[in-house]
């Protein structure tokens, strides 16, 4: 196998050759997702990573930013980018930063509402008015906190699986929470209430967007470095708010603005849907190379479509950041009791009939065909439960490979189903038994291309809800299946 070695430095880089090591330009050809075989670093921060090329999905220049100044560019980035970090880095800060500009806008023209509505500037000279001021604001953070405390106990596991998504969440429910602070201008006599209102939301807000970045923040540190990815984001972070108060001031200063609160919510509600679909193309540069629930579908549909399966990046571009995993189709549902499963007919011989066919997998997966798209349901066993023949189980998370690999060949069989799904067919069981015989056959070519593709299977990271327990006792029982 070919190997490919990739070097950086602040400004230069060491590359291998046939005669051994010279010193050349940086002309880094980064990829989106790639296996590192071994890494070499340098005394001055520099590193050497040594990547097969079979598999690159392309080949596409760094954004070097030769053009900075040093003093500049080790200032606003980590020591030795970009071998320092992951490719999606800079793309990703560069998208940032307008919006976190367009953010801190946002914020500027919110409180100045805010301060309108409490009696700032509309009773000058008066020392109860300003004491009122004071007391009202300190006020309204009460609620704000229960929001946070509420989060970080209540959501705490749901981020790891899906930091695009609560990340993307966390600027609805922030705008959200700035249209009820513009309102107590309107309504300053409620201003109490629609200022906790509007601080509970934000604070939700926040609950949901900080384990979300410091997710974003681990996968950007490959070489180890979060603190540093950490602080050189609050660079970012920083100048991004200097300039959006800066342009939040000019804007407050037009005589129009002063005047009309109608040309205030509206110079604010067209700056905030620009930072909406700012924040939601940063979050579509992102490149994860692990597997999560979302990121499997896409793998697994395309394999079950048109047999391949596609690389980091165009899964990444593919993976819906929107949408919650009970509004993806098709509808899959894990963690469900085995009794859900057969509720059509819980007989003692659709029993046997299921757990023989399923003996050889670590699920069993049913269709839900009342409805007219098909549901699919699947149960998972575990066979380390001792004086059971079986237990089935639903896990919070699938840890060892063999585990991780069950989810996977459950969403395989499922795709191949709706993909195969006739409507009008009575013999259920014989359908299943047809996805088994295709998974049987198929399912080692998927992992194949998967590897292929530059993905690892113990990069797979699924995490399924909790559910009931069904137990199979050992003994025989006389009177047929009971539940």
Same mark, same amino acid.
């Given at each position: 196998?070919?190997?490919?070695?990739?070097?950086?430095?602040?400004?230069?880089?060491?590359?291998?050759?046939?005669?051994?090591?010279? %010193?050349?330009?940086?002309?880094?050809?980064?990829?989106?997702?790639?296996?590192?075989?071994?890494?070499?670093?340098?005394?001055?921060?520099?590193?050497?990573?040594?990547?097969?090329?079979?598999?690159?999905?392309?080949?596409?220049?760094?954004?070097?930013?030769?053009?900075?100044?040093?003093?500049?560019?080790?200032?606003?980035?980590?020591?030795?980018?970009?071998?320092?970090?992951?490719?999606?880095? *800079?793309?990703?800060?560069?998208?940032?930063?307008?919006?976190?500009?367009?953010?801190?806008?946002?914020?500027?023209? +919110?409180?100045? @509402?805010?301060?309108?509505?409490?009696?700032?500037?509309?009773?000058?000279?008066?020392?109860?008015?300003?004491?009122?001021?004071?007391?009202?604001?300190?006020?309204?953070?009460?609620?704000?906190?229960?929001?946070?405390?509420?989060? #970080?106990?209540?959501?705490?596991?749901?981020?790891?699986?899906?930091?695009?998504?609560?990340?993307?969440?966390?600027?609805?429910? #922030?705008?959200?929470?700035?249209?009820?602070?513009?309102?107590?201008?309107?309504?300053?006599?409620?201003?109490?209430?629609?200022?906790?209102?509007?601080?509970?939301?934000?604070?939700?807000?926040?609950? *949901?967007?900080?384990?979300?970045?410091?997710?974003?923040?681990?996968?950007?540190?490959?070489?180890?470095?979060?603190?540093?990815? =950490?602080?050189?984001?609050?660079?970012?972070?920083?100048?991004?708010?200097?300039?959006?108060?800066?342009?939040?001031?000019?804007?407050?200063?037009?005589?129009?603005?002063?005047?009309?609160? =109608?040309?205030?919510?509206?110079?604010?509600?067209?700056?905030?849907?620009?930072?909406?679909?700012?924040?939601?193309?940063?979050?579509?540069?992102?490149?994860?190379?692990?597997?999560?629930?979302?990121?499997?579908?896409?793998?697994?549909?395309?394999?079950?479509?048109?047999?391949?399966?596609?690389?980091?990046?165009?899964?990444?571009?593919?993976?819906?950041?929107?949408?919650?995993?009970?509004?993806?189709?098709?509808?899959?549902?894990?963690?469900?009791?085995?009794?859900?499963?057969?509720?059509?007919?819980?007989?003692?011989?659709? +029993?046997?009939?299921?757990?023989?066919?399923?003996?050889?997998?670590?699920?069993?997966?049913?269709?839900?065909?009342?409805?007219?798209?098909?549901?699919?349901?699947?149960?998972?066993?575990?066979?380390?439960?001792?004086?059971?023949?079986?237990?089935?189980?639903?896990?919070?998370?699938?840890?060892?490979? @063999?585990?991780?690999?069950?989810?996977?060949? @459950?969403?395989?069989?499922?795709?191949?189903?709706?993909?195969?799904?006739?409507?009008?067919?009575?013999?259920?069981?014989?359908?299943?038994?047809?996805?088994?015989?295709?998974?049987?056959?198929?399912?080692?070519?998927?992992?194949?291309?998967?590897?292929?593709?530059?993905?690892?299977?113990?990069?797979?990271?699924?995490?399924?809800?909790?559910?009931?327990?069904?137990? %199979?006792?050992?003994?025989? *029982?006389? =009177?047929?299946?009971?539940?």
């Amino acid at each position: 196998m070919q190997l490919s070695p990739a070097v950086t430095t602040l400004s230069r880089c060491f590359c291998s050759s046939d005669v051994g090591i010279q %010193e050349c330009r940086t002309t880094l050809h980064r990829e989106p997702m790639r296996r590192v075989l071994l890494v070499e670093r340098y005394e001055n921060g520099a590193a050497k990573r040594w990547i097969p090329e079979d598999t690159r999905e392309g080949r596409r220049p760094s954004k070097e930013l030769s053009w900075l100044p040093d003093s500049l560019r080790s200032f606003i980035l980590p020591e030795g980018f970009p071998g320092s970090v992951s490719d999606d880095y *800079l793309e990703y800060m560069l998208l940032q930063f307008p919006t976190n500009v367009t953010g801190w806008v946002c914020h500027t023209l +919110v409180t100045s @509402s805010l301060l309108k509505a409490v009696g700032v500037g509309s009773f000058s000279g008066s020392a109860a008015a300003a004491s009122a001021a004071v007391i009202r604001w300190v006020s309204k953070d009460g609620l704000g906190a229960v929001g946070r405390l509420f989060v #970080g106990g209540r959501f705490g596991k749901i981020f790891d699986d899906d930091p695009k998504l609560w990340r993307m969440y966390a600027d609805f429910i #922030g705008s959200t929470g700035s249209i009820f602070d513009l309102s107590t201008q309107l309504c300053p006599s409620y201003f109490l209430l629609l200022a906790s209102l509007g601080n509970l939301s934000k604070a939700v807000a926040r609950g *949901l967007k900080d384990p979300s970045f410091r997710v974003i923040q681990t996968h950007f540190a490959i070489s180890g470095n979060l603190g540093e990815i =950490s602080a050189k984001e609050e660079v970012w972070e920083v100048a991004a708010q200097l300039l959006g108060l800066g342009i939040g001031i000019l804007i407050l200063d037009t005589s129009r603005l002063q005047t009309s609160y =109608s040309t205030l919510a509206l110079t604010w509600l067209s700056i905030r849907l620009l930072h909406l679909v700012l924040r939601y193309q940063s979050l579509s540069a992102l490149r994860f190379s692990t597997i999560n629930l979302k990121r499997a579908r896409v793998l697994v549909k395309s394999h079950v479509s048109n047999r391949t399966v596609p690389g980091s990046a165009v899964c990444n571009r593919e993976e819906d950041i929107l949408s919650w995993e009970r509004f993806l189709r098709p509808r899959i549902v894990f963690g469900v009791s085995f009794e859900q499963t057969i509720s059509w007919d819980n007989s003692s011989q659709t +029993v046997e009939a299921v757990l023989k066919l399923y003996s050889k997998e670590s699920y069993i997966l049913f269709v839900n065909n009342e409805q007219p798209e098909p549901k699919f349901l699947v149960c998972l066993k575990d066979y380390d439960v001792p004086n059971f023949d079986w237990i089935f189980i639903s896990m919070p998370i699938i840890a060892d490979r @063999s585990n991780r690999l069950t989810l996977v060949r @459950s969403l395989w069989q499922a795709y191949w189903l709706d993909s195969n799904w006739n409507s009008g067919s009575d013999c259920l069981l014989g359908k299943l038994e047809e996805s088994l015989v295709e998974l049987e056959a198929d399912f080692d070519d998927f992992l194949m291309k998967m590897k292929r593709s530059g993905w690892d299977d113990d990069a797979i990271n699924i995490k399924v809800p909790k559910g009931p327990q069904l137990e %199979e006792a050992s003994e025989t *029982l006389d =009177s047929g299946w009971r539940s």
